[in-house]
């Protein structure tokens, strides 16, 4: 006898799996604490790297203004300066990417749940046909 609740809710659990639900198991995985860490040292390093690059391409843009006040640059300055813009740029990207993950690590728990609720109900059918119809009695 078929069970169309059943059939229907594996068939949303089975679309889950393949799904929306690969990246939330994969964050599931992680404390929110941990995922969140990982993903901003992610972060740094990439807005690190982006910040050297749109230095370097700044550098490449003014290399001829550069050239004629080289000498007269106070370097201690001038580092003082990058070194202020670049904290702000980690720092700006650090609390973004901290928003962003915690908000991706609740929406996964959240998916989550759904899941394991969904998976208890199928157990839960399951369980009513064994008891209406024991293992020992099914015939092949």
């Not at 901003?40 to 550069?66: D, G, H, N, R």
């Not at 728990?109 to 059918?125: D, G, I, M, T």
Request: proline letters at 1%; hydrophobic letters at 45%; a positive charge.
């Amino acid at each position: 006898m078929l069970n169309t609740e059943r059939i229907r809710l594996m068939a949303k659990l089975a679309a889950y799996e393949q799904g929306e639900g690969k990246e939330a198991m994969q964050i599931g995985q992680y404390y929110r604490g941990d995922y969140v860490s990982v993903q901003m040292i992610k972060t740094f390093l990439c807005s690190t790297l982006a910040f050297i690059i749109l230095l370097a391409l700044s550098v490449l843009y003014q290399m001829e203004e550069l050239g004629e006040v080289l000498y007269q640059i106070n370097f201690a300055d001038y580092g003082a300066g990058l070194l202020i813009k670049y904290v702000l740029f980690v720092v700006f990207y650090q609390v973004v990417a901290w928003a962003v993950y915690n908000l991706r690590y609740h929406s996964a728990a959240k998916k989550q749940k759904l899941y394991h609720s969904r998976l208890k109900k199928v157990e839960k059918f399951y369980e009513r046909e064994e008891k209406l119809i024991p293992v020992d009695n099914w015939k092949d």
